[in-house]
């Protein structure tokens, strides 16, 4: 996928973040996947940082625990600058997460 309209990709995004709603944080989290650029992401790590529902949030709260490596290490990160230390600390416990996730930002 190329990225020649990167601001409309980054609108439609964030979107999905502002929404929150599970099945956003679902799609949004499905693009976190072994095919995954660089770009992306990047794309996506900016669009969850700006989630605020509840419901999204608790919907990375189920990435960090049930997500594949790359979605618990970004549901660990978005979750950290947020300030949910406990939580991320708990999985990097449980060895879902490794030492450099749990202290990255």
Request: with cysteine; hydrophobic share 35%; charged share 25%.
């Amino acid at each position: 996928m190329r990225y020649q309209n990167e601001k409309g990709i980054i609108f439609r995004l964030t979107g999905y973040a502002k929404n929150g709603h599970p099945e956003d944080i679902d799609y949004l989290m499905s693009l976190l996947n072994s095919e995954t650029t660089f770009a992306m992401t990047r794309f996506v790590d900016y669009a969850l940082s700006l989630v605020e529902n509840i419901e999204g949030l608790k919907r990375l709260e189920f990435y960090l625990f049930n997500g594949t490596q790359i979605q618990r290490n970004y549901s660990g990160m978005c979750l950290n600058r947020r300030g949910e230390w406990k939580i991320v600390k708990k999985a990097w416990k449980m060895g879902l997460i490794d030492e450099r996730q749990f202290y990255a930002r």
